[in-house]
Structures are given as structure tokens and as C-alpha cells.
């Protein structure tokens, strides 16, 4: 176990070099019991996302490697998610009618999927098809778990991606609040159950809960100082019992302060407060234009000078109220919050439909509300 764990970080240390892919999901829960999922989606690539709404009785059809059918079905439950330009009829996370979510996370240099098999063809399924088969089909995450043995999730590349087989892992929560992670690693399917609601990117998830011992000994609370036997160390600033929760945008640091962010957060009366919170906890994840840069291997006009270019930003940001049935949504260009109240939506007819993104940056006017001020005598 011990050396598993050593190889384990030194491949992590060699991966952080040169890989970003900065997702980060965690979950909140209000004091009237009200579960709200969160997460933010960073990509290098414009994905060009719509909300993307699918209806019961949509069919739908899976892919096998080579270009071969896979599973076919027809959606048991509407849903509602966000999809990318690569398959558009499929999300990249979403919630159902259930209150099931199920998304993906990128996770380079493990994630490695089944291989395929000719007899098993009517069970196979793209890894980037999952989450919307089992938004389409499930409720639970029992059912999630009963379900996942029947399917062969197949090594290929994915759609209009130039061969590039896409290395995800998968975060599965329903409206009770319980999380299931899943993951492929070397062709196997892993599945574990996930009491801090949390999930970034590579390393897999057990590696995270292991790396959680290191940042022991952080606390909410400041520490107020240290008494030595001929003098007082006297803590300056607010904050310090967080002294050395890392800050970087890196998989594990992000796991950690995701985790205890969403930890010890104060908890709030209902739904409506916990969104607004999990977006406040996000924005301590958002990354903008050029705090993540790359190196391509070009150089220019023949000098040995590297080329950099942006990497990662945070494209949106999504809050799934699971108890409420509603999606809250943001956009990098925007700001502004949208929501989409899966109530209001008539599932019965098969199809899909989407809805754009606001991506124009457009704050409102307020000057017109000034008014006098009510000076307050001394």
C-alpha cells in the first residue's frame, strides 16, 4: 500500500507539470434539509455549452468503439443539464426530475476505460454518454450502483475530438444527498461512496482522502498567539488558523480547501441562501484569463523560446438545488445568475431543447436610484 501511494505521488508531481483541467464539485445542505450540489467546469477549449433539455421518452443511441452501435434507449426521466460542442445531445452535468445529478470531471494520466467486447456491444456506451444515461434512467444512487455492472463504459476517442480519448471520472449525487464517485482505472470500474460530497481532478479520488491527513491540523478558528518563556508571539491578522491551506489551482490543493470550505461554511436556513453560498465558495475556485498559462512545443521563428498561451479558465459555474428541482447557472463573460426550475418544464413530450447562455457582460444602472441622505445627528 505504502509504495502504491509513493508512486502514486511521484506520478502526480510529474502530471502537475504540464496539466491543468481545474473543475472542482463539492455539495451544501441547508438547515430545512434542502441538498445543493455545486460546481465549476474549467476547460482550455471554448466548449460553447447550452443548457440542453431532454424529455422523457427521448431514444437515444450509445457508441462502441470503431463506430459501432452500442446501447440503445429511450429517456425515462427528463432532465436538465450542460452540454459541449463535441456530442450535444449529451451533458457534461445535470439533474433530473429525481433530483439525481451526475457530471464529469477530467482526470489525466489515470483514467483509462474497458475494453471492448464483441458480445457485449448492446451494453456498451461511450464514458462521455454516461452521466446523461444514467440521468436518463435513474433515480438513486442505489440504482446507479445496481445499473453500473450491466454496462461496458469502452476505451475510444471521443466525437470530433481528432482520436483524443478524453481521461474523465464521475460524480453522481441524489436528492438525499448521498455521492457516489466514479472511476476507470486500468480498465476497471472503481466506485466509491463519497461523505464529503467533494471531487476535483487527478489524482483518483482515494489519493485525495489520503492527502486530507496532511492539512490536520487547519481550523476555522484564529489562533491568538503563542506565549514563549521570555516573550509573545502575537497573531496580526484574522485568519490564522488557516495558516498553510494551500492556495494553488492545482487538483489537490483545490481538494482540500473545496472540502473544507463546503465543511465548515455556515450553514444556512434554506435553498435560496445555500445557493447564493455555493456561489460565494466558487468564486474562491474562479480562474480568469492567463492565471494559468501553457507552453507549446513550437517555438518562434526558430528561437528556442517556448510559446505561451492561456490554459484553463472557468467557463460556468452550475448549482443543482436537488431538493427544489432548480439548476443556477453563470457564464465566465456574464455574471449573472440564470436558473432553469425543472417544475416549470413539460417533460412528457420526447425531445430536446436548449436554452443559450447570457454571455454579455451587462451590469445594471443604478444612478438613477440616488436619493438623499438621512444624516444621523450627533
Given at each position: 500500500m505504502k509504495k502504491a501511494f509513493l508512486a502514486l505521488t511521484a506520478l502526480t508531481c510529474l502530471l502537475s507539470v504540464h496539466q491543468a483541467d481545474a473543475c472542482?464539485?463539492?455539495?451544501?445542505?441547508?438547515?430545512?434539509?434542502?441538498?445543493?450540489?455545486?460546481?465549476?467546469?474549467?476547460?482550455?477549449?471554448?466548449l460553447e455549452s447550452d443548457v440542453l433539455?431532454?424529455?422523457r421518452g427521448t431514444a437515444y443511441q450509445g457508441t462502441a468503439p470503431g463506430g459501432k452501435t452500442g446501447l440503445s434507449w429511450n429517456a425515462k426521466y427528463g432532465f436538465v443539464g450542460m452540454n459541449q460542442k463535441y456530442a450535444n445531445k449529451f451533458i457534461s452535468d445535470?439533474?433530473?426530475?429525481?433530483?439525481?445529478?451526475?457530471?464529469?470531471?477530467?482526470?489525466?494520466?489515470?483514467?483509462?476505460?474497458?475494453?471492448?467486447?464483441?458480445?457485449?456491444?448492446?451494453?456498451t456506451l461511450g464514458y462521455w454518454e454516461l452521466p446523461t444515461y444514467l440521468l436518463s434512467t435513474c433515480s438513486t444512487i442505489q440504482e446507479v450502483k445496481t445499473l453500473l455492472p450491466t454496462l461496458l463504459i469502452a476505451q475510444q476517442p471521443m466525437p470530433n475530438m481528432n482520436g483524443e480519448v478524453m481521461p474523465l471520472h464521475f460524480y453522481i449525487?441524489?436528492?438525499?444527498?448521498?455521492?457516489?464517485?466514479?472511476?476507470?482505472?486500468?480498465g476497471r470500474c472503481f466506485q466509491w461512496n463519497n461523505?464529503?460530497?467533494?471531487?476535483?481532478?487527478?489524482?483518483?479520488?482515494?489519493?485525495?482522502?489520503?492527502?486530507?491527513?496532511?492539512?490536520?491540523n487547519l481550523s476555522p478558528v484564529n489562533i491568538e498567539g503563542l506565549a514563549l518563556p521570555n516573550f509573545e508571539i502575537v497573531n496580526p491578522s484574522q485568519g490564522s488558523g488557516l495558516l498553510?491551506?494551500?492556495?494553488?489551482?492545482?487538483?489537490?490543493?483545490?481538494?482540500?480547501?473545496?472540502?473544507?470550505?463546503?465543511?465548515?461554511?455556515?450553514?444556512?436556513k434554506d435553498a435560496p441562501d445555500t445557493v447564493r453560498l455555493g456561489?460565494?465558495?466558487?468564486?474562491?475556485?474562479?480562474?480568469f484569463e492567463g492565471i494559468i498559462r501553457a507552453q507549446s512545443d513550437k517555438s518562434k521563428e526558430g528561437n528556442q523560446v517556448?510559446?505561451?498561451?492561456?490554459s484553463d479558465i472557468t467557463q460556468w459555474t452550475i448549482v443543482h438545488d436537488r431538493t427544489n428541482l432548480k439548476t443556477y447557472i453563470r457564464s465566465y463573460e456574464s455574471l449573472s445568475i440564470e436558473m432553469v426550475d425543472l417544475k416549470k418544464i413539460d417533460f412528457a413530450k420526447a425531445g430536446f431543447k436548449s436554452i443559450s447562455m447570457k454571455k454579455n457582460f451587462s451590469p445594471k444602472d443604478i444612478t438613477q436610484n440616488a436619493k438623499a441622505l438621512e444624516v444621523i445627528q450627533n
Amino acid at each position: 500500500m505504502k509504495k502504491a501511494f509513493l508512486a502514486l505521488t511521484a506520478l502526480t508531481c510529474l502530471l502537475s507539470v504540464h496539466q491543468a483541467d481545474a473543475c472542482t464539485a463539492f455539495q451544501l445542505k441547508s438547515q430545512d434539509g434542502a441538498q445543493i450540489y455545486c460546481r465549476s467546469m474549467e476547460f482550455a477549449e471554448g466548449l460553447e455549452s447550452d443548457v440542453l433539455i431532454v424529455a422523457r421518452g427521448t431514444a437515444y443511441q450509445g457508441t462502441a468503439p470503431g463506430g459501432k452501435t452500442g446501447l440503445s434507449w429511450n429517456a425515462k426521466y427528463g432532465f436538465v443539464g450542460m452540454n459541449q460542442k463535441y456530442a450535444n445531445k449529451f451533458i457534461s452535468d445535470g439533474m433530473n426530475e429525481k433530483g439525481l445529478v451526475a457530471s464529469c470531471l477530467y482526470m489525466p494520466g489515470f483514467a483509462q476505460y474497458q475494453d471492448s467486447d464483441e458480445k457485449k456491444l448492446d451494453h456498451t456506451l461511450g464514458y462521455w454518454e454516461l452521466p446523461t444515461y444514467l440521468l436518463s434512467t435513474c433515480s438513486t444512487i442505489q440504482e446507479v450502483k445496481t445499473l453500473l455492472p450491466t454496462l461496458l463504459i469502452a476505451q475510444q476517442p471521443m466525437p470530433n475530438m481528432n482520436g483524443e480519448v478524453m481521461p474523465l471520472h464521475f460524480y453522481i449525487s441524489d436528492y438525499n444527498g448521498a455521492v457516489l464517485i466514479i472511476e476507470y482505472v486500468d480498465g476497471r470500474c472503481f466506485q466509491w461512496n463519497n461523505a464529503l460530497g467533494v471531487l476535483t481532478n487527478s489524482p483518483p479520488f482515494a489519493w485525495h482522502i489520503f492527502n486530507l491527513s496532511n492539512y490536520a491540523n487547519l481550523s476555522p478558528v484564529n489562533i491568538e498567539g503563542l506565549a514563549l518563556p521570555n516573550f509573545e508571539i502575537v497573531n496580526p491578522s484574522q485568519g490564522s488558523g488557516l495558516l498553510g491551506l494551500p492556495g494553488d489551482y492545482t487538483s489537490p490543493s483545490r481538494f482540500v480547501r473545496a472540502t473544507l470550505f463546503s465543511q465548515w461554511a455556515t450553514t444556512q436556513k434554506d435553498a435560496p441562501d445555500t445557493v447564493r453560498l455555493g456561489f460565494h465558495i466558487l468564486n474562491t475556485f474562479d480562474i480568469f484569463e492567463g492565471i494559468i498559462r501553457a507552453q507549446s512545443d513550437k517555438s518562434k521563428e526558430g528561437n528556442q523560446v517556448p510559446v505561451e498561451h492561456n490554459s484553463d479558465i472557468t467557463q460556468w459555474t452550475i448549482v443543482h438545488d436537488r431538493t427544489n428541482l432548480k439548476t443556477y447557472i453563470r457564464s465566465y463573460e456574464s455574471l449573472s445568475i440564470e436558473m432553469v426550475d425543472l417544475k416549470k418544464i413539460d417533460f412528457a413530450k420526447a425531445g430536446f431543447k436548449s436554452i443559450s447562455m447570457k454571455k454579455n457582460f451587462s451590469p445594471k444602472d443604478i444612478t438613477q436610484n440616488a436619493k438623499a441622505l438621512e444624516v444621523i445627528q450627533n
